[in-house]
């Protein structure tokens, strides 16, 4: 898979909110809840190239909120 595809079907899955929350420990207070919120989806262009070409697709970036302490992060 390139990194076109990988972004188109990334961004897909957020359009039909196929998205699974991160499974790490939160970095604020260092305990891992059952599951993070999603808090809110921040629009991204992203560049890469595609053999000589710099390209430019948009994507979304995805912040979450810990419920055990209310921190959020971005998802990258
Ligand atoms: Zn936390």
């Known amino acids: 898979m390139d990194n076109e595809e990988m972004i ?3 961004t897909a899955g957020i359009a039909r909110r ?11 207070c260092h305990q891992k809840p059952v599951s993070y919120e999603l808090h809110e989806t921040r629009k991204r262009q992203m560049r890469f190239f595609l053999g000589d070409i710099v390209t430019v697709m948009v994507s979304f970036l995805l912040r979450w909120q810990c ?3 209310n921190s959020t992060f971005t998802e990258l």
Request: glycine share 0%.
């Open 8 to 10: 188109k079907n990334y």
């Open 18 to 28: 196929k998205i699974s929350p991160p499974d790490i420990v939160c970095r604020n």
């Open 67 to 69: 419920p055990l302490c």
